[in-house]
C-alpha cells in the first residue's frame, strides 16, 4: 500500500511520535510507503510532498512540532478543493490519507470521506477538547509548561504582595486553565465555558487578602469571556481560514479591573505558544506511538472515516464524524469541584 500522512492546525507536542510510529509500522511491519505531506492540507492541495523512510524519521521521537509542517489551510474553501485533492491524491498514487488534526482538520477529513476520499484520522489538539476521544495527545505537556510557570510566578507574587494573572491556551475550552490551574493551586481559575463575573473575582481576591494572603494567582484560558454587562467586550481580530479569531487580551483586561476595583497590584503573564513548543511528555509520547500504530492498522484494513481514539486505557476505532460533532468541554461539575478552593 502507499499511504500519505499530514500534520494540519495548530502544532502540537506528540506529532513526530505519530509519524514516526506510523512509518515504523508502516514500513516495516506492513511493506507500505509513506509519504509525508508538507504543511496540513496545503500538501495534497499542491501536491507538495516527500517520501518517509525509517531513516529519514530516526530520532524525531522526543523532538517537539511537526516534521512535515503544519497550516491551518481549509481545502473545502477551495471551490475545487475536493477535485483537487481527489486528483492529486490519485496522481501521487495512493491508496488513502491519514490526517493528523484537531477539530478543523479532522472537521475535513471527515467531510472529505464523506465524498468519498480514503482518509482517516489522529486526533491531536493541546486543548483536549476533540469528541470522541477521552484525552488528546499535547495536552499532558502543555499542562506540565503552563504549571512550572504557575509555580514560578507563585514565588514572586508573594514576594511583591502581587496578583499575577497567567493567561493560558484554549480558544472553546478550559480544560488546559483548570488542569493547570488545579495543579498549580491558583486562586482563581477562568474558562470559556463559564462566563466569569469580574465582581466576583475580586471579591475572592479580597476575601483572600482579609485573611492574610496579600498575592494570589489567577488562571485565565484565552477563550474566557465575562458574563455579559460586567465588564467591555473586546472586537473580534483577524479570523483565520477556518474562521477563528485569533485571541488573547483577556489576561490584560482583566488586570485593569482588578487594579480599578480592588487597588492591588496585578500583572499578567501569557503563555501563549510556549504551551505547545519543545518535547513532549513521555505520557504524550505514548499516546502519540499507541494512535500512530493503530492509525496505520486502520489504514491497512481499509477503514476510512475513522480515528483511533483513547477510552478509557485502550484504543478503539471510532467514527471520525463523531470525533468532531461536538467539543469536549469541561463538564460544570468538573469546574464546580474545583471552585470550592477559589479565594
Ligand atoms: O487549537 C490549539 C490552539 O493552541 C488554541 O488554544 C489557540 O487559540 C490556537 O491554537 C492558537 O494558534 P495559532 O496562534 O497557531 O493560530
Redesign the pocket.
Known sequence: MRLGVLTG??DCPGLNAVIRAIVRKGVDHHGHAIVGFRDGWRGPLESAYEELTVESTRGILPRGGTILGSS?TNPLKRPDGVETLRRNLEGVHLDGLIAIG?EDTLGAASALYEEGLPVLGVPK???NDLGGTDATFGFDTAVHVATEAIDRLHTTAESHNRILIVEV???HAGWIALHSGLAGGADVILIPERPFDVEEVCRLLERRHARGRYFSIVVVA??AVPREGTMEVLAAGQT?DFG?A??GGIGQRLEREIEDRTGFEARTTVLG?VQ?GGTPTAFDRVLATRLGLAAVDAATELRWGTMPALRGTRIELVPLAEAVAELRTVPPEDYEAAEVLFG
Open positions: 492546525g495548530g491551518r484537531g489538539t493541546i486543548d491556551m484554549g480558544r484565552e477563550g483565520d477563528h485569533r485571541l505558544h505547545r
